[in-house]
């Protein structure tokens, strides 16, 4: 009689990440609340019991899946930000690509969109996400807000008040990805240019 094949032995941070890849695939189609530690296992082709030797309960491993799909993106971005010859225009322009490239065309798009329809339900793990990541992104935008006003570029300040609208064209594209992909695509790239063009006044010598 032939014998089950024996697990493959991982190297512990190549099993931290597959139990996080099964644990992302996991969330995603069944939603936070109802996907369980052994759902995530079985996926991953471990036992339970080597999960909670990397993560005490589903929402460490929520967590750490939400710094580390963001937390880079954010790093980069203010690496970006100390490059003084660029516009803050140009400045957001790469975070706008950086968001493109790095959470919304891969597998982590799915990830925003399960915060953004979850989150409500889970304040623990939303004030996680709050003070990890969204807060250093606004405080980000807000400098490079700031630093276009004092140079006299943005359409208007009350952008200031409000830096949280940067986000827009990045929620819209998660809504309309989850909901209405099927009817019809979403040109992010003409979205973005879109908003950038709404926010900073032409440079000198372009029509307005």
């Given at each position: ?30 939603g ?23 993560f ?30 660029l ?52 405080a ?31 929620l ?37």
């Amino acid at each position: 009689m032939n014998k089950a094949p024996k697990r493959r032995s991982l190297a512990p941070e190549a099993r931290r990440k597959s139990i996080m890849d099964a644990a992302l695939a996991v969330f995603t189609q069944k939603g936070f609340a109802n996907a369980r530690i052994e759902d995530i296992a079985r996926h991953a082709g471990i036992g339970k019991g080597t999960v909670y030797l990397y993560f005490p309960d589903k929402e460490s491993l929520f967590k750490s899946l939400i710094s580390e799909a963001l937390g880079p993106l954010l790093m980069t971005a203010h690496a970006r930000l100390e490059e003084a010859q660029l516009t803050p225009r140009e400045t957001l322009g790469i975070f706008f690509d950086l968001l493109k490239t790095e959470i919304l065309g891969t597998e982590k798009r799915d990830l925003v969109q399960l915060m953004a329809m979850e989150m409500r339900n889970f304040p623990e793990i939303a004030e996680f996400y709050h003070e990890n990541i969204i807060r250093s992104g606004l405080a980000l935008i807000l400098r490079v807000l700031e630093r276009a006003e004092a140079r006299g570029e943005l359409r208007s300040t009350e952008v200031l008040k409000v830096p949280q609208v940067i986000f827009a064209p990045a929620l819209l594209s998660v809504i309309w990805n989850a909901n209405f992909a099927r009817y019809g695509d979403l040109d992010l790239d003409a979205a973005f240019d879109f908003y950038l063009d709404t926010l900073f006044k032409p440079a000198e010598g372009e029509a307005p």
